[in-house]
C-alpha cells in the first residue's frame, strides 16, 4: 500500500465516523477556530519560509500577495471557520418525501460525499477553507497543496488536526499529502478506491491537467477569464470604478477581471477615464487597435491576450460594435466562470444576463464578490465552471449528495 492509499484508508475510517458526528463538528470548527488565532505567530513565521522560498524563485508580486499571510488575514480565516460552524448543517435534511400506493414510505436525505480530495496551488487560506467545509459536510479530506505553500499548509494542517482530536474527532479526517512532486498528483487522480471526488483549484494547467487524466470523479474549479462590458448607455464613473476594483483589488484571484470591452459609441470618453483609474496601480493595457488609436502610447494586443487569465497588473482592452458583438467575444473567450454588464439600460442588462453562460452574470457590480463567503456560503471549496452536480461557489450544499430511504411494513414487488 502506498502513502497516498494508506492515507485514503485512514480518510474512509474517518469519513464513516464524521457521516453521524453531529453537534461534534461545531466543537471541532469551534476549536479550530481557536486553534489558528492561538498560533498566530506560528503559521506567519512558516508562511514567511514559504515567502522568502518564492521570492529567490522569482514569484511575481501579485503571486505572492496570494501567498501572503498576515496577522489580519489569519483573523479572517478564523472568522471564515466560525462563519461554516454557524450554518445549518445539511446532513440528514430530508429533502422530499411521498407514500406510495402501496405503503412504501420514500425519503430523500442528504448526505455527505465521502472523502474528498483537494489539488490546490500557492493559497494557504484555502488549506482552512475546504478542511472547514468538508468537516462541516461531514468529508474526510486529502489535501494536496503547491510547493510555494507548504510550510504554510503544514502549519495549519496540524494546527487543525491537534484541534479536531482535542474536540473528540479523528484527525484523519484532515489530512496534508507530504510529497508535493507530481507524482503525488497524477496518483491522486487515480486513487478511485478511497476519493469520491476530487476537485482541483488552481490555474487553468493544474485544472486542464486533473480534467483531461483523472480516474476519480472531478468537480472542476474555475481558471476566471473574466469580463467587463461597458455598453454605451453605461455609467462611465461607475465603469471605471468597478473595473479598478474587479483587476486591481486582488489580481491573482480567479474572480479578477481579465478583458474590458467597450461599445464604440461611449469610447472616446470612457476609455481615457478607465485608464485614468488603472493609472493608480500602473495597470497595463493592451489594446485593440482602435483603443491603440484612442488611448496612445500603450501594448497592441495579440489574438493570444484575449483568452489569457494573466492574474496580473495586466488588462486587455477591445471596442466593440454593440451589445452582440460584445457577447460573442465573451462566449468565445470565457472560462464560463464571472462576467459583467455595466448600463442603465434595463433592456440590455436582460439581454446580457440572459444570453451570457457563466457561473455568475453580473449588471453594474464588480465580479469580486463571486466567492462563497460573499455569497452568504460562510467559505468556498472553490468555483465550479460546469454544470453537474455544482456551479458556482461549493458550500456545504454542494459537498452534498442523497440517498432515498424506504421504509415498509412487508411489501414484495410483483
Known amino acids: 500500500m502506498t502513502p497516498l492509499e494508506e492515507m485514503g484508508r485512514k480518510a474512509k475510517e474517518a469519513s464513516r465516523r464524521l457521516a453521524f458526528a453531529g453537534e461534534e463538528k461545531n466543537r471541532a470548527l469551534a476549536a479550530i477556530s481557536e486553534a489558528l488565532r492561538r498560533n498566530e505567530s506560528e503559521i506567519i513565521a512558516a508562511n514567511a519560509a514559504d515567502i522568502q522560498a518564492a521570492k529567490e524563485n522569482g514569484m511575481t508580486v501579485s503571486l505572492l500577495d496570494r501567498l501572503t499571510l498576515n496577522s ?8 471564515g471557520v466560525e462563519e461554516v460552524m454557524a450554518l445549518k448543517d445539511p446532513i440528514g435534511t430530508v429533502l422530499g418525501g411521498m407514500v406510495q400506493t402501496n405503503g412504501l414510505k420514500i425519503e430523500k436525505v442528504c448526505v455527505p460525499l465521502g472523502v474528498i480530495g483537494m489539488i490546490y496551488e500557492a493559497r494557504p487560506n484555502v488549506t482552512a477553507d475546504a ?39 479523528p484527525k484523519d479526517c484532515i489530512q496534508l499529502v507530504q510529497d508535493i512532486g507530481r507524482a ?50 453605461a455609467n462611465i464613473d461607475m465603469a471605471a470604478d468597478i473595473i479598478f476594483n474587479a483587476k486591481t483589488s486582488r489580481p491573482s484571484v480567479c ?55 494573466y492574474l496580473d497588473y495586466i488588462l486587455a482592452v477591445r471596442v466593440v460594435d454593440d451589445i452582440y458583438q460584445a457577447m460573442d467575444h465573451i462566449m468565445k473567450y470565457t472560462t464560463g466562470h464571472s462576467e459583467c454588464i455595466v448600463t442603465e439600460s434595463y433592456r440590455n ?43 458556482g461557489p461549493m458550500g456545504l450544499e454542494q459537498l452534498t449528495s442523497i440517498k432515498f430511504i424506504v ?8
Open 131 to 169: 478542511a472547514a467545509l468538508c468537516l462541516k459536510s461531514g468529508n474526510a479530506v486529502i489535501l494536496r497543496g503547491g510547493k510555494e505553500a507548504f510550510n504554510s499548509n503544514q502549519c495549519i494542517t496540524n494546527i487543525m488536526r491537534d484541534a479536531l482530536e482535542q474536540a473528540g474527532l
Open 349 to 391: 442588462s436582460m439581454l446580457f444576463t440572459s444570453q451570457i453562460d457563466a457561473a455568475a452574470v453580473y449588471v453594474n457590480a464588480s465580479t469580486r464578490f463571486t466567492d462563497g463567503g460573499m455569497f452568504g456560503l460562510g467559505a468556498e471549496i472553490g468555483i465550479s465552471t460546469q454544470k453537474l452536480h455544482a456551479r
Open 255 to 309: 474572480n479578477a477581471i481579465e478583458t474590458v470591452l467597450v461599445h464604440k459609441n461611449i469610447a472616446q470618453q470612457a476609455l481615457p477615464a478607465i485608464r485614468a483609474k488603472l493609472h493608480e496601480k500602473q495597470v497595463e493595457i493592451r489594446g485593440c487597435t482602435v483603443t491603440c488609436d484612442i488611448l496612445k502610447d500603450i501594448v497592441p494586443a495579440t489574438e493570444q491576450d484575449w483568452g489569457t487569465e
Open 72 to 79: 489580519q488575514r489569519i483573523e479572517g480565516i478564523a472568522v
Open 184 to 233: 503525488s498528483a497524477n496518483e491522486m487522480m487515480t486513487l478511485t478506491g478511497y476519493l469520491d471526488v476530487l476537485i482541483p483549484r488552481g490555474g487553468a494547467g493544474l485544472i486542464k491537467a486533473v480534467v483531461e487524466n483523472a480516474k476519480v470523479p472531478v468537480i472542476e474549479t474555475g481558471s476566471g477569464n473574466c469580463h467587463v462590458y461597458v455598453d454605451e448607455f
Open 407 to 414: 421504509q415498509g411494513n412487508g411489501q414484495i414487488r410483483i
